[in-house]
């Protein structure tokens, strides 16, 4: 008996992370991305103030690995150009062997004898780039960098990130930070959200009322939209733009990190903080407008007229002129068409274009705006709402409302950077169940971000490569500070950087959450990144049965402490500290609870874990003495957080089902609960494990007692829990709630001596 618990234990625990063990625990060498190959080898190179640097030019590789020399190691190497082939302890940055390698790669040679990274252009910055992620963290003069030989280049050409300053202005040396981190994981695009209706962001010489008004807003609402109601403001004035030198400054630093900076000028809605400063731009220039100060989708949208397109061409040539990059965004979403609507100018140039409806205008704006950028040679990147109304010729589409608009803009033969929210890369949701902090919705944990793929099945081989890569977004309404928008980037950038560099064939969440992530997170915590401290590693959430609780933890963050209680309080640096395994007697019906905290180097916290387990007696079978198939049901009316909110709210509907399926379910609403009440036949006395996958939250108790708790607002989540049953009928309740469209629901059991299966309707009676 006690073995088979452990067993089980064991099993439950490797229900939450399920992917193969790898022989090496660590074949990556904490590298982030994952490169292309890693061959380890022996021995190691030492780096010190005699190593000696050779490269074919003084290129901008070769300043950014002298410069980190120099700052970050204080070392003052000689660097010569030319080829050091035979110099012992020498570092040669070249463009020799990278002949054959796809663009932007690299080989990366490190013996103890000699360093060569052999690359061109950017591929040369990404092997510096590997090459300083080797170095140990402590070293003292001298460094060991171990030996390896590695080969290595994008899957995707754009890897993009997008940072929002309109809603919340973010500092000149903010951006470079991030451009820092973007740099260090081989991210390569920046997309800069630089207008919208809370703030117009970035100084426009012939227009100085865009920043000295649009810049600018009175106050801004506090907290999120269901927290206060009315709404709440703070009174308080806020603004803030950068200047075109500015500009040009962090332009520069960019492209010296092979960055390119994509600005996005909003259009033709998102635009009330240009209206504000120049309501001439509007349909309606006898009405006051003000900056925005509350989030959402505003209805001062600019009015197609010819001043508006002359305003526009100023404001992209001025931005042209700052940013070299080939891409402009336009915006181009959540487009209100009432202000057109009502419109007697916009009315008349439907007719006079012969377009269909509002929709059409859209698309003519798009188009015109289109043809001015192509004839400066640059190309528009908009959100998939331009597909509405007809395509621009050449633009680029950036999928954000799930995939479809990037699966339709690739089967027209256009470029498509994916950046959908369903799929993990709108990173202004929380990235944990419990106890973060204000964000706008959504939970979207680093697994979900790491398991995006951007090109959909739905694709043929050959539209897919219409897929130019994959961004994820920080917008933020919800986060008005520096560190608070770092807190939201890390860790999930690097798996953004994961989907978007390494081969789909070398992605490992196990692999990158439980050994590379901890190393990074370490730098990050070194260099004064805030971040996300993911909980501790091997003590998952979760509720089990057994007469002993045994965890083996990792700290989720190289070189963080660990401290648990199993008093029921919660753990802090007062209490014990995780050194070795824990392993606790658990005495006949009592229970234990173990809950961990990780504390980084830097003193940040990681959520609290809580895992129970019990030591009861078998459950006893209830009477049951029908032979009636399926489950009894009760659906529920509500918009519910958790299934505690259950209590109070009206029935809809009732019956019995055959199953969990939902589909059985006939009046499901957008968002509904629904309690799930009967018995479950055991055939044989044993432990026996479950769990629920459910988007959103699930409950299931047998006999009354909990077993599984994946409650709360989530995505598809799998949670179990383990109970020792005696053979015959037991209770079974199970509480699901869903809130949006997204849903699903899956229960699972793992008989003793059976391999984990869906829970069968044969086992079920009501
Ligand atoms: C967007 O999130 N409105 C692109």
């Known amino acids: ?48 103030q005699q190593t000696v640097i050779f490269a074919d030019s003084a290129n901008k590789a070769v300043t950014f690995f002298t410069d980190y020399l120099l700052n ?41 004898q000699q360093i060569i990274i052999a690359g061109k252009g950017a591929g040369l910055f990404y092997g510096v780039q590997t090459l300083l992620q ?107 733009y950068y200047t075109q030198e500015q500009v040009r400054e962090v332009v520069k630093y960019a492209a010296d990190r092979y960055i390119n900076i994509v600005p996005e000028i909003e259009m033709p809605g998102h635009s009330t903080a240009a209206v504000a400063a120049y309501p001439e731009l509007s349909c309606d220039p006898t009405k006051t407008y003000k900056t925005a100060e509350s989030w959402g989708v505003f209805h001062d949208v600019y009015c197609p007229t010819d001043k508006t397109f002359d305003f526009l061409e100023d404001v992209l040539t001025e931005v ?96 498509v950077i994916m950046t959908p929210g369903s799929g993990g890369m709108y990173i202004d949701h929380a990235q944990g169940r419990k106890d973060e902090p204000l964000s ?37 309404e919800y986060i008005g500070t520096e560190t608070k928008a770092d807190y939201m980037l890390y860790p999930r950038l690097l798996a953004l950087s994961e989907i978007g560099w390494s081969a789909l064939s070398n992605k490992n969440f196990k692999d990158f959450s439980e050994t590379r992530i901890p190393a990074q997170l370490a730098y990050l915590d070194r260099n004064n990144y805030d971040y996300h401290v993911p909980e501790a590693i091997g003590a998952p959430d979760s509720i089990l049965f057994g007469p002993q609780l045994d965890v083996q933890l990792k700290p989720s963050v190289a070189g963080a402490k660990i401290y ?23 005495p006949q019906d009592q229970y234990r609870e173990l809950q961990t905290i990780v504390i980084s180097p830097s003193g940040k916290r990681s959520q609290v874990t809580h895992l129970v387990v019990y030591n009861r007696a078998p459950l006893a079978p209830v009477s049951y003495l029908g032979n009636s198939p399926g489950l009894k049901y009760q659906l529920l009316q509500g918009n519910f957080d958790n299934t505690g909110e259950f209590k109070d709210a009206a029935i809809i509907d009732s019956g019995v089902v055959k199953s969990f399926n939902l589909a059985e379910l006939k009046k499901q609403r957008p968002s509904f609960g629904v309690i799930y009440n009967g018995f479950l036949r055991i055939d044989n006395d044993g432990v026996y494990v479950f769990s629920t996958k459910s988007d959103d939250g699930s409950v299931l108790t047998i006999d009354d007692q909990p077993v599984v708790n994946n409650d709360g607002k989530h995505p598809l989540t799998e949670q179990g829990g383990a109970v020792a049953l005696q053979k015959g009928y037991h ?20 008989m003793p001596g059976k391999a984990k299966a869906e829970l069968s309707p044969d086992w079920l009676f009501n």
């Open 72 to 112: 970050k190691l204080y070392l003052r190497n000689p660097l010569k150009i030319g080829d050091g082939s035979n110099t012992p302890n020498s570092i040669q940055l070249t463009s020799k062997g990278a002949e054959n390698l796809p663009a932007d790669g690299y080989r990366l040679s490190i013996t103890p």
């Open 564 to 586: 648990y209680t199993i008093d029921g309080h919660t753990p802090r640096e007062t209490d014990l500290e995780y050194h070795l395994p824990i392993s606790y007697t658990v």
């Open 134 to 240: 080797l170095m140990p963290a402590d070293h003292g003069a001298t460094i060991k960098i171990p030996s390896v030989q590695i080969e290595d280049y994008p899957r995707f050409v754009y890897r993009g990130l997008m940072l929002d300053v309109s809603r919340h202005f973010m500092s000149v040396e903010f951006v470079k930070k991030t451009i820092d981190a973007m740099a260090y994981y081989k991210l390569n695009n920046f997309h800069w959200h630089l207008t919208d209706d809370q703030g117009w962001r970035i100084e426009i010489k012939k227009y100085p009322k865009l920043t000295s008004i649009g810049g600018q807003r009175a106050q801004t609402l506090i907290g999120g939209y269901r927290d206060r109601t009315p709404q709440q403001f703070d009174n308080t004035p806020y603004g803030g």
């Open 320 to 415: 042209m002129d700052l940013f070299p990059s080939r891409y402009i965004h336009i915006g181009g979403d959540e487009v209100p068409k009432d202000a057109w609507k009502n419109s007697i100018f916009c009315q008349k140039l439907i007719k006079k274009l012969k377009l269909k409806n509002e929709e059409g205008l859209q698309s003519y704006f798009i188009q015109r705006i289109e043809k001015f950028v192509n004839a400066k040679g640059r190309s528009i990147i908009g959100w998939d709402e331009i597909l509405e109304g007809g395509l621009s010729p050449n633009a680029t589409v950036m999928s954000w409302r799930g995939e479809s608009g990037g699966i339709a803009a690739a089967q027209q033969s256009h470029y």
């Open 440 to 476: 706008i919705g959504g939970y979207t944990p680093l697994s979900q971000t790491y398991s995006y793929n951007p090109t959909p099945a739905a694709l043929t081989a050959e539209q897919q490569k219409y897929i130019l890569g994959v961004q994820a977004n920080l917008w933020t």
């Open 731 to 750: 209770k079974l309740t199970l509480k699901y709630f869903d809130i949006g469209s997204v849903r699903g629901l899956k229960v699972y059991v793992t």
């Open 1 to 48: 008996m006690y073995k088979l618990t452990k067993l089980l234990f064991l099993g439950a625990l490797l229900l939450i992370a399920s992917s193969a063990r790898s022989q090496d625990s660590d074949p990556n060498m904490g590298i982030v991305p994952a490169p292309v190959s890693v061959k380890k080898a022996t021995g190691d190179f030492v780096l010190g």
